[in-house]
């Protein structure tokens, strides 16, 4: 196969050259008004057609990378010795696979464990492209089955207003302890 991103010969969608050049992380962390810090690796434009590569068969093979290329490296430097799970939001297989599974399995370090199924909503609706007002009027509804394990990160893809975390927040808050913080690739608003 080619490189998506040079054309050059790889084993992998984007060779390893392109990786090193264009996964560097940055940094950006904020705090949503219910209290999660969201800590985010990437601005929004510059992976937007990685992020975009979810709705085909193809993101099962990105999202990996860029997970393992920002998230991990990062959990690894955080890791505190003391067990914790990543909660992927609402992980539904959907194009054949599950986009926040996916980044949770590849984010793990020693002591920081992927969990599945423990996340979902219950009302099925996509806030792709959607305003804040849409966002607010529809809630997913998120139900959260707590684990042993109380020490919980939360991971997704993309942060735009705050939504989907913040009631994912909540849903955790209402059987569990809050979650340390909350991980996601990219950022729409850096701040």
Avoid: W
Wanted: net charge positive; hydrophobic share 40%.
């Amino acid at each position: 196969m080619r490189c998506l991103t040079c054309q050059k010969l790889s084993f992998s969608p984007i060779c390893v050259t392109c990786q090193t050049t264009f996964f560097t992380p940055q940094i950006f962390q904020q705090t949503l008004a219910c209290g999660l810090k969201v800590i985010s690796f990437y601005p929004y434009e510059e992976i937007e057609l990685l992020l975009k590569s979810k709705y085909s068969a193809i993101g099962s093979r990105i999202y990996p990378l860029l997970a393992r290329h920002a998230m991990r490296t990062f959990l690894e430097n955080f890791d505190t010795g003391i067990p914790s799970l990543l909660v992927p939001v609402d992980d539904h297989t959907r194009h054949g696979y599950s986009h926040t599974a996916l980044l949770a399995k590849h984010a793990g370090t020693a002591n920081i464990k992927a969990t599945y199924h423990q996340l979902h909503a219950k009302n099925v609706i996509s806030y792709a492209g959607k305003n804040l007002q849409y966002r607010l009027l529809n809630s997913k509804n998120f139900t959260f089955t707590p684990n042993a394990i109380t020490e919980t990160i939360l991971i997704d893809d993309l942060i735009t207003s705050g939504s989907t975390l913040t009631q994912a927040y909540h849903a955790i808050c209402k059987a569990s302890e809050p979650p340390l913080f909350a991980l996601t690739l990219a950022s729409a608003k850096p701040l």
